[in-house]
């Protein structure tokens, strides 16, 4: 099983609120950038083999592929980690690049 972790933190700030006071310590400044952002969604990138889909259910309970467009959806989260195949990662990449 061939699988390469990819975490895609697509995080959305919130410009309003970035910089406008410190915070007093770092508990309170953890609490602030959870609520400034999106929850993290977690993607693996995974070949289309019933031995892959087998395992990745084992350990995640369902093999979910998903698109670059879906993955790059705003207002999407998601709890248990999804697949994407490598053509899907490399324009997820191709995506991430051309928005910057």
């Given at each position: 099983m061939r699988l390469i972790l990819i975490t895609a933190a697509l995080c959305v700030a919130s410009a309003a609120g970035a910089?406008?006071?410190?915070a007093p310590n770092a508990t309170s400044a953890g609490k602030d950038a959870v609520a400034q952002t999106?929850?993290?969604r977690t993607l693996y990138v995974c070949d289309t083999s019933n031995l892959t889909r087998r395992a990745f259910a084992r350990e995640y309970?369902?093999?979910e592929y998903v698109t670059a467009?879906?993955?790059t959806a705003k207002g999407q989260s998601w709890?248990?980690?999804k697949c994407i195949t490598p053509a899907e990662?490399?324009?997820l990449q191709?995506?991430?690049?051309?928005a910057k």
């Open positions: 910089g406008e006071r410190p999106a929850s993290p309970g369902s093999a467009a879906e993955a709890a248990a980690p990662a490399r324009r191709a995506r991430t690049l051309a």
